[in-house]
């Protein structure tokens, strides 16, 4: 599901930037990161990058050598880790993002608390959606229950749960579980949630094999299709993003009177 929600990843780093949320030399924690993130962030001219992705045979950080995908000289510090346990101190990092990553953690909610934890101002995630129309869809086989298209990609040995080659349930979050997640990790204050979501039917590996098949090579049909439904049900969308604004974060009235007092 790399690039299928690659758009929506991109718009929101943009508007963060466009917004003077996030400026380019700020620190950035790149979870569950692979080419697809170098080229958004070096795209969007983020200069100041760690990358990380899914590393089960290890708890602890691992330095790797940093070479892009062209063989350059390596950019920016690369490391793996468990995102469930991530060698960083609280408030490591101005920002921290995510692509496409929480739904292969056996413990999502775990990986996007270290998420939170190592952030200082925000926390970008872009996942899939649980919608009434996901569930209708998942119901008639039309989209996938479990990823199997990574983990073949992955040669059976990994792009699966945790990065191992066992195909991960796709986790589908909510708004609501989204908000009642961020005050479980954070309940001495309100923290503001904006939440992004758009159809993009068509490359998604959340869709089945044969739908993915039966599609293919429809793109003027494809492209009706994202129209209409992003017209009339985009709050639905299957591709689903948010971003967490600690940086905005207010304490609740009985946590600043007891400060007070």
């Known amino acids: 599901m790399a690039e299928a929600g690659g758009g929506?990843?991109?718009?929101?780093l943009t508007d963060l930037l466009e917004?003077?949320?996030?400026a380019p030399t700020d620190s950035v924690l790149v979870q569950f990161a692979g080419e697809f993130d170098e080229k958004i962030t070096a795209e969007l001219g983020l200069v100041n990058c760690t990358f990380?992705?899914?590393?089960?045979?290890?708890?602890?950080?691992r330095l790797a050598d940093g070479h892009g995908a062209d063989g350059r000289a390596p950019l920016r510090s690369v490391s793996r880790a468990d995102a469930h346990r991530m060698p960083y101190a609280d408030a490591s990092f101005d920002h921290v993002i995510g692509?496409?990553?929480l739904h292969h953690c056996s413990r999502p909610h775990q990986a996007l608390h270290e998420m939170y934890r190592i952030a200082r101002?925000?926390?970008v995630a872009v996942e899939n959606q649980d919608s009434p129309l996901m569930r209708v869809a998942c119901s008639l086989g039309l989209a996938?229950?479990?990823?199997?298209?990574?983990?073949?990609?992955g040669g059976g040995t990994?792009?699966?749960?945790?990065?191992?080659?066992?195909?991960?349930?796709v986790y589908r979050w909510t708004r609501h579980e989204v908000r009642k997640t961020v005050a479980t990790f954070d309940p001495g204050r309100a923290v503001p949630v904006e939440f992004h979501a758009r159809w993009l039917i068509g490359s998604d590996r959340a869709l089945t094999a044969s739908v993915r098949a039966a599609i293919g090579g429809r793109e003027r049909v494809i492209g009706l299709l994202n129209r209409g439904l992003n017209t009339v049900a985009r709050r639905q969308g299957n591709i689903f993003g948010f971003t967490i604004r600690k940086d905005l974060a207010t304490p609740h009235p009985w946590i600043a009177l007891?400060?007070?007092?």
Do not use: C, Q
């Open 8 to 12: 929506t990843y991109a718009a929101i």
């Open 19 to 22: 917004r003077r949320v996030l």
């Open 52 to 61: 990380s992705n899914l590393a089960p045979d290890s708890p602890s950080s």
């Open 99 to 101: 692509h496409a990553g």
């Open 121 to 123: 101002r925000t926390v």
């Open 144 to 153: 996938g229950v479990y990823e199997h298209a990574a983990v073949a990609d």
């Open 158 to 169: 990994t792009g699966g749960v945790d990065g191992t080659g066992v195909p991960n349930f």
């Open 258 to 261: 007891e400060a007070a007092s």
